[in-house]
Every structure is written in C-alpha cells, then in structure tokens.
C-alpha cells in the first residue's frame, strides 16, 4: 500500500463520508430505542445526553439505564457500568497501534480517540484501516468516530422527544431497536467467544436479575462473558493475531 496521504488529500472529509451511512444510521436508530426508554422510565433528557457523550458504549449505556430506572444504588450503577465497559479495552489495545502515524504513545490524541471508540468504529477501523493512508489514519478515524456520536445523539433526542408521538402499538418495537443492533455488532465480529458470551448472557442474565435487579446485570454480564472468553479459547490467542 502507498502510505503516501496525496493518495486521501482529505482524509478527514473521507471519513465523514465513510460515517455517513449505514455505522451513522445504525446508531441513530439504536439510540433512538435507548432514547425512547429512558424517556419511558423517567431519566432527564440531560441525562441521557450526558449519559452518550460520557459512557458511549450501547453496553454500558443499557446498564445505566437498567439500574437507573431500577433505583440501584451508586455503588451497583458504577460497577455494573465499570464492568459493562471493561470490554473496551481489548478494542482499544488492538485498535489504537493501527492509526499511529509515530511509534510511542501520543497520550492526548490517543486518550481522545479511545473516549470516541465503539464497536461501530473499531470494526470500521479492523476493515478498512489498510485502505487508508498511513499519514491520515488518525484524523480520517477521528471525524468518523465524531460523526457516528453525532448520529447518536441525534438518535437519542429523536427517541426520546418522539417517542410520544408514535401510536401505542409501535413504541415497543422501537425499543427493540437498541438490543437489536448490539445483537448485530456482536455477530458482526465472527468470533466463537463473542457468540458463546451471547448465547450464556441471553440464557443467564435474565434469571440473575431474578434474583437481584441491581446486581444481576453487573454478576451475569461479567460471569457470561468471562465464560463465553474462557470456553471460546479467547485466553489463548494473541492480541491482533
């Protein structure tokens, strides 16, 4: 591959584009459902706002949303949402050396790219890093990531203010939306640990939150996934191997 940035002059409008699609309408209309469902249980449009732009992860995001609408405690909201989003660092490991324009560790941009990171974006970055110029990679990921969060946002404002208007037959699909298009992001990475974590958390974590609303979530999610890691032979494989 040319490394050469003449081959992308605008890697920043690139990935706008790039954006704008189906990663920016797939999170528009996840968080049209999440918007629509904290609008149901009672949470401040701030909040559900602040809630995107500061956890950004469809996970974590559900998880605050369960204990908040539950009235969990601080302490059960901040360690279901800590383990919701441990899932974020094998991304951003794996992720972050493929937009490097300089060997080391650039802390400020590299800290900002992680925060902007979701599965949407580090799919896009797995798939298509190799297409992009070497010398634009950072900022040609960076406007894409801003982009999607944008969508979301969007997304999230839609749900929640539009919810209302919608006929009572249809608001329950629409809160579907959000499961949905995690469903789709973890079948889209085609790994066996991802469908096995999948498989044990659908079987699993329902009859945990039966047994406690706060804890549930946080216990089941941490004890799937773990399996799901363990049975699928994820401890056995390297890092971007």
Request: charged share 10%; net charge positive.
């Given at each position: 591959?040319?490394?050469?940035?003449?081959?992308?002059?605008?890697?920043?409008?690139?990935?706008?584009?790039?954006a704008?699609?189906?990663?920016?309408?797939?999170?528009?209309?996840?968080?049209a459902?999440?918007?629509?469902?904290?609008?149901?249980?009672?949470?401040?449009?701030?909040?559900?706002?602040?809630?995107?732009?500061?956890?950004?992860?469809?996970?974590?995001?559900?998880?605050?949303?369960?204990?908040?609408?539950?009235s969990?405690?601080?302490?059960?909201?901040?360690?279901?949402?800590a383990?919701?989003?441990?899932?974020?660092?094998?991304?951003?490991?794996?992720?972050?050396?493929?937009?490097?324009?300089?060997?080391?560790?650039?802390?400020?941009?590299?800290?900002?790219?992680?925060?902007?990171?979701?599965?949407?974006?580090?799919?896009?970055?797995?798939?298509?890093?190799?297409?992009?110029?070497?010398?634009?990679?950072?900022?040609?990921?960076?406007?894409?990531?801003?982009?999607?969060?944008?969508?979301?946002?969007?997304?999230?404002?839609?749900?929640?203010?539009?919810?209302?208007?919608?006929?009572?037959?249809?608001?329950?699909?629409?809160?579907?939306?959000?499961?949905?298009?995690?469903?789709?992001?973890?079948?889209?990475?085609?790994?066996?640990?991802?469908?096995?974590?999948?498989?044990?958390?659908?079987?699993?974590?329902?009859?945990?939150?039966?047994?406690?609303?706060?804890?549930?979530?946080?216990?089941?999610?941490?004890?799937?996934?773990?399996?799901g890691?363990?049975?699928?032979?994820?401890?056995?494989?390297?890092?971007?191997?």
């Open positions: 591959m040319n490394e050469d940035i003449t081959d992308m002059p605008r890697p920043g409008w690139a990935g706008f584009k790039a704008c699609g189906l990663p920016a309408l797939g999170l528009f209309s996840a968080l459902g999440f918007g629509a469902l904290t609008e149901s249980g009672g949470m401040e449009f701030w909040m559900m706002m602040a809630s995107v732009v500061l956890i950004w992860s469809m996970p974590a995001l559900m998880t605050f949303s369960e204990v908040m609408v539950n969990g405690g601080i302490s059960a909201m901040f360690i279901a949402v383990f919701a989003n441990v899932r974020n660092i094998p991304m951003v490991v794996t992720a972050l050396p493929m937009v490097r324009t300089v060997p080391g560790i650039r802390w400020l941009a590299d800290l900002t790219l992680a925060q902007l990171m979701s599965p949407t974006t580090w799919i896009h970055i797995l798939v298509t890093s190799s297409t992009v110029p070497l010398a634009g990679r950072r900022w040609y990921f960076t406007v894409f990531s801003i982009t999607v969060l944008s969508a979301a946002l969007a997304g999230g404002a839609a749900g929640y203010f539009g919810v209302n208007q919608l006929p009572a037959e249809v608001r329950p699909a629409l809160l579907l939306l959000t499961p949905l298009y995690l469903t789709l992001i973890m079948l889209s990475v085609r790994k066996l640990t991802g469908y096995l974590s999948l498989a044990l958390g659908a079987i699993f974590v329902p009859m945990l939150m039966t047994w406690s609303v706060e804890w549930g979530l946080a216990a089941g999610g941490l004890i799937t996934g773990t399996a890691f363990l049975l699928g032979g994820g401890h056995r494989q390297k890092v971007g191997g």
